[in-house]
């Protein structure tokens, strides 16, 4: 009977022990779900209220709320069969917690970014990935013209490829922060690029073989390019990322890039995701706007034969979505509670 109704509702329903040698974690209310990219679906690890997951190599971190005012980061290892071990656990100081977390190159450090905050935190850590201490805080001042710009919000840290940069989108004061790696402190600050009043940058994708750097912004649902020049930015265009005309309020998410190249970008309230082509020199053009199928889609992530995994936050789903030229089409959604990230894993 199960298998019917997968059938006839294109829904393919959670099945005990995945064996995909390609496996992604979701992280969200219950905690860490693994699932493969043929649809499979486990709980990997019960510490509930996830909202940021980073992998390297066989270590993955997830930030969550530990408490009432407690937050933390946990540490897993990744074993053969894609089952979780915890491994340990950072207990981040202060009132507010990480809403991104990414990894330096070399693995030495961990960049955690607090939204509510306004601070961006660099946790140096030992060669098996562990724990080593809090190495810098660096606090965050700004603000701008939007209700919700009243002071800075980093919502996103992480390296730029092939530099010692490590770039920053802060939402709340319409700028992205250049640091410099340091081996004592881990960042230290060394120039900043401004958007235009309003826009929220969010997230920052990178598309190295090209210098292009790019801004998803959650105010103005848009998406800024940059070209790469002598360890700054160089603003190149801005791309809307909702239909012409559509009045509704909608605020831009995740940006990922496909394995054919085209920017995919989440839009919670349009409820869409966004397609967005571009040229080496940083000129987009919005191609297509195509239902998420849920509400509020919060990330995305694509396999290696090009299949993207969606998490609809409100919709406490993820759904898998087949390519199909140059459209993608809906082929199984599984059920997980609050879904917040997604990220692949070995």
Known sequence: ??????????????????????????????????VSSDSCREPAAHEGNVSALAVSGRNLYAARTAGKGAFEVLLYAVREDGSLMRKGAFSV?????YCY?????????LYGSSYSGAFIDVIGLKEDGSFEMLRNRLV????????????????????????????AADLGSDLIRIFRRDEEKGLVPAG??????????????????????????????????????????????????????????????????SPEGRIFATNRGHDSVAVVSFDVDGRMKLE???????????????????????????????????????????????????????????
């Open 93 to 97: 100081p202060g009132r507010f917690g």
């Open 192 to 257: 900043t690029v401004p958007l235009p009043p309003g826009s929220g940058p969010r997230h920052l994708l990178f598309a190295p073989e090209h210098k292009l750097v790019f801004a998803v912004n959650e105010l103005s649902n848009t998406v800024c390019s940059f070209k790469v020049r002598e360890n700054t930015l160089v603003p190149v265009a801005v791309c809307g990322l909702l239909p012409q005309g559509w009045n509704g309020v909608s605020y831009a998410g995740a940006i990922k890039i």
């Open 1 to 34: 009977m199960k298998k019917v109704l997968a059938a006839l509702f294109g829904v393919l329903l959670p099945a005990a022990g995945c064996a995909s040698p390609e496996r992604f974690y979701v992280g969200g209310a219950e905690g860490i779900y693994r």
């Open 101 to 109: 977390l990414a990894l330096s190159a070399d693995g030495k450090f």
């Open 140 to 167: 965050c001042e700004g603000a701008s013209v939007h209700k919700r710009q009243k002071k800075s919000h980093p919502h996103f840290c992480a390296p730029l490829p092939g530099t010692e940069l490590v770039l």
């Open 288 to 346: 297509e706007c195509f239902s998420a199928g849920g509400a509020y889609p919060s990330d995305l992530v694509f396999d290696k034969a090009g299949r993207m995994l969606l998490v609809n936050m409100k919709g406490d789903e993820l759904s898998f979505w087949k390519p199909q030229g140059n459209r993608y089409s809906r082929t199984a959604v599984l059920p997980v509670r609050r879904p917040g990230c997604i990220v692949g894993a070995p």
